[in-house]
């Protein structure tokens, strides 16, 4: 074993003094010359191709350097993208506005990849720079980069389609590590301190599709056309339309407009850009708002009917001369307002048109960008020009209405975490007996489940109470609107028959029936719960 130890060190000395009198003897250039050679000599014989990606370029930061960190990450923290690692370790990190924890690629370590049946593999390469002189950015202490190795016969089929996805990949998952925002245009078109005229805050809604109380039929055909809009880049492109979809939300107040959107964001993990028209001027500021919103967005307008005057023309259109002037939608007199008009709500200096309005949702301006969807909310559709809904600029109507018996399903689990299991038949049909005849909104039910979300049992009976009180109002109103409308028939066959003898008569009789009619269904009502 001495003789060993001894052996050993006189190679290191060999080595040694043979390593200086190299450097002595043979010039740097040459040594530099001969190093490259032999580079040269070992690629030929080589069967790979070796890329390097380093972090910064020149002075720059290099973006791709970044993509590649985001998605190895993606890769190292996944047990089923059939990735596999030469090491157990891995280095943890959670980016600014991020909530989410994200591994990445320990220094100097190699993870393999596939890509299209092709195996590549990856490594980290951690190196100390050396001592920089003076510079006007100072750099890192450490250099880093990633060196790709590709098989030769490989290399011309994938290296540019894999360095694409990996691309498309880091922003896919920065947008989802990072907290969605809410925008909002400010203030009569001014600017914030870096000259944009949004302001926005983080979105941290919590609704989702899972949580959302509409029938699940309808729920899932809304999810599928979201995810087809989403994927759709190639159809798009191919069939020469705008990245861009257009969604009408209507109904009655507390039905879940704001909840729907709120579930299409976070199905997506889009931006939301919430525009309130009274606050913009001109159909110009329109345009520039657009061209401010970016990509993979929803730019939402909620109760449109009540924000500038966007009303039917075809009913608008008989009630005078005065809005004859709006027969055409390209002409820009829609929505103008007019002096000393009691109607108008848009203000004195709110000039937004209908014309302008169309084009920023289905005009050239609206192909500013891609992957936008337009969401609008009203609660009178037929309050709204038919320019505005027809297709290419409101794709899909979304009727949001009163609860049915499946919505009341999922909100049951939502408030009580009741399965359909947990309730008895009986309170089961009964539920299902007056639920549509209610009307009950799905908020007005919720507030009934959350006030008594500690009892079950009493919830239930609670909400079955309310809904029989107002199937039973709800009822009455409709008769009586129906004893006004037969009255009001039978107030105009009196004034028609009027100047025939025993005309008015016959009609006085009618009404009275009527009346007797309506005071017996009232009083078979009042019997009823």
């Known amino acids: 074993m001495k003789e060993l130890w001894t052996t050993m060190a006189s190679l290191m000395g060999v080595l040694a003094f043979s390593q200086t009198l190299l450097h002595t003897v043979v010039p740097p250039e040459l040594r530099f010359a001969f190093l490259k050679l032999f580079q040269r000599l070992f690629n030929c014989f080589s069967s790979y191709c070796y890329y390097e990606i380093t972090e910064i370029d020149g002075v720059n930061t290099n973006e791709l350097y970044n993509a590649v960190q985001l998605y190895l990450s993606s890769s190292a923290s996944s047990s089923t993208t059939g990735t596999t690692s030469s090491s157990n370790r891995l280095s943890l990190t959670r980016g600014l506005n991020s909530s989410a924890i994200t591994f990445g690629l320990a220094n100097n370590d190699r993870l393999s990849d596939v890509f299209n049946g092709v195996s590549v593999l990856w490594e980290h390469n951690v190196t100390p720079r050396q001592s920089q002189t003076f510079s ?25 389609q894999y360095l694409e996805f990996i691309t498309d990949k880091a922003s896919e998952i920065r947008r989802k590590n990072q907290d969605r925002l809410l925008y909002t245009n400010s203030r009569g078109g001014s600017l914030d301190s870096r000259g944009h005229p949004w302001e926005s805050v983080p979105f941290k809604h919590p609704s989702t599709f899972d ?30 339309r705008a990245w861009k979809r257009g969604y009408l939300l209507y109904g009655p ?5 704001s909840s729907m959107i709120a579930a299409m964001a976070n199905f997506l993990g889009y931006d939301i850009y919430d525009l309130e028209l009274t606050e913009v001027n001109t159909n110009s500021e329109l345009r520039k708002l657009l061209m401010k919103t970016s990509s993979k967005s929803i730019i939402v307008i909620e109760d449109i009917d009540c924000s500038i005057n966007l009303t039917n023309r075809k009913k608008s259109n008989g009630t005078g001369a005065r809005n004859d002037s709006v027969s055409d939608t ?11 008009d009691p109607d108008n709500n848009n203000g004195g200096n709110n000039s937004i048109t209908l014309s302008g309005l169309l084009n920023f949702t289905d005009g050239l301006w609206s192909c500013c960008g891609s992957e936008r969807i337009f969401v609008f909310t009203t609660n009178h559709i037929d309050k709204l020009d038919p320019a505005l809904l027809r297709s290419g600029r409101m794709d899909m109507h979304i009727h949001m209405s009163y609860c049915s018996f499946p919505s009341l399903k999922i909100l049951l689990k939502t408030y009580l975490g009741c399965e359909p299991g947990d309730i008895s038949p009986d309170v089961s049909s009964d ?46 109103l409709r008769r009586r609107r129906l004893v006004a409308e037969v009255e009001d028939e039978a107030e105009e066959k009196r004034a028609l028959d009027s100047p025939k003898e025993g005309g008015g008569g016959a009609a006085n009789g009618g009404g009275d029936d009527v009346e007797v009619n309506y005071k017996k269904s009232e009083e078979e009502d009042n019997g009823i719960d």
Do not use: H
């Open 136 to 160: 006007w950015r100072p750099l890192p202490e450490e250099k880093r980069g990633f060196t790709l190795r590709i098989n030769k016969r490989d290399q011309p089929g994938i290296l540019e």
């Open 253 to 257: 107040p507390g039905t879940g407009k």
């Open 431 to 476: 539920l299902a007996a007056v639920i549509d005849e209610a009307e009950m909104t799905p908020a007005d039910i919720s507030e009934v489940l959350i006030k008594n979300r500690r009892d079950n049992d009493k919830a239930l009976r609670e909400l079955l109470e309310v809904l029989r009180k107002k199937k039973t109002v709800n009822r009455r």
């Open 330 to 340: 390209r002409s820009g007199s829609p929505g103008i307002p007019i002096p000393g």
């Open 211 to 240: 949580t959302l109380a509409m029938d699940p039929i309808k729920k899932r055909e809304i999810m599928c056309d979201l995810r087809d809009f989403a994927d759709g880049q190639a159809f798009y492109k191919r069939t020469g």
